[in-house]
T-cell receptor, first 115, second 109 residues
Framework: EAGVAQSPRYKIIEKRQSVAFWCNPI?????LYWYQQILGQGPKLLIQ????????DSQLPKDRFSAERLKGVDSTLKIQPAKLEDSAVYLC?????????????FGPGTRLTVL | SQKIEQNSEALNIQEGKTATLTCNYT??????LQWYRQDPGRGPVFLLL?????KEKRKERLKVTFDTTLKQSLFHITASQPADSATYLC????????FGSGTRLQVQP
């Protein structure tokens, strides 16, 4: 079974530029998550989708971050404009249903550096 | 707000010994706790889930305990090996997971 795919793996941009990340979850997984992991910290949830609807985006900085999951499969996360503090690894994960006992499968992440 | 706290200091042990990692939670009572392993440059990988009514859960050399009185979970790796060196994350949540900051384990040969 193929895992969660993410691209790009690395991205370096200057502050105030925009950037987009792409995620392809495991086939058949209804729930998709985007997490931000700052160096030395655990992942922090940014947004959770159930199929193509948003379940939780309470920690998404909506003035600069946006995400979509068209057709309930692939997802993109965008930052516009980027700030220095956005430097982090952005992890995508998926799970079958999204319940609290559901195993989440993570992709390798995209490491973003904002200069 | 709900918090998951793990010892941020790295744990260094000798091969063959038992590693014990601690996870404490505050301001809520999770029904489940999950443990993940994360290697450098990779996403977390699920290891074990324990329910609040389970005192202990085992999987091969791994053991997790859940003490709702102490609001704590302990994660044990017995007969540790250098290949067990990684960061271990504790997580809990009703829908989305709240993760601790992780504890880095280094097993010396």
């Amino acid at each position: 079974e193929a895992g969660v795919a993410q691209s790009p793996r690395y991205k370096i941009i200057e502050k105030r530029q925009s950037v987009a990340f792409w995620c392809n979850p495991i086939s058949g997984h209804a729930t998709l998550y985007w997490y931000q992991q700052i160096l030395g910290q655990g992942p922090k949830l940014l947004i959770q989708f159930q199929n193509n609807g948003v379940v939780d985006d309470s920690q998404l900085p909506k003035d600069r971050f946006s995400a979509e999951r068209l057709k309930g499969v692939d997802s993109t996360l965008k930052i516009q404009p980027a700030k220095l503090e956005d430097s982090a690894v952005y992890l995508c994960a998926s799970s079958v249903r999204g319940g609290e006992t559901d195993t989440q499968y993570f992709g390798p992440g995209t490491r973003l550096t904002v200069l | 707000s709900q918090k998951i706290e793990q010892n941020s200091e790295a744990l260094n042990i000798q091969e063959g010994k038992t590693a014990t990692l601690t996870c404490n939670y505050t301001n809520y009572s999770p029904a489940y706790l999950q443990w993940y392993r994360q290697d450098p440059g990779r996403g977390p990988v699920f290891l074990l889930l324990i329910r609040e009514n389970e005192k202990e859960k085992r999987k091969e050399r791994l053991k997790v305990t859940f003490d709702t009185t102490l609001k704590q979970s302990l994660f044990h790796i017995t007969a540790s090996q250098p290949a067990d060196s990684a960061t271990y994350l504790c997580a809990a949540g009703r829908r989305a997971l709240t993760f601790g900051s992780g504890t880095r384990l280094q097993v010396q040969p």
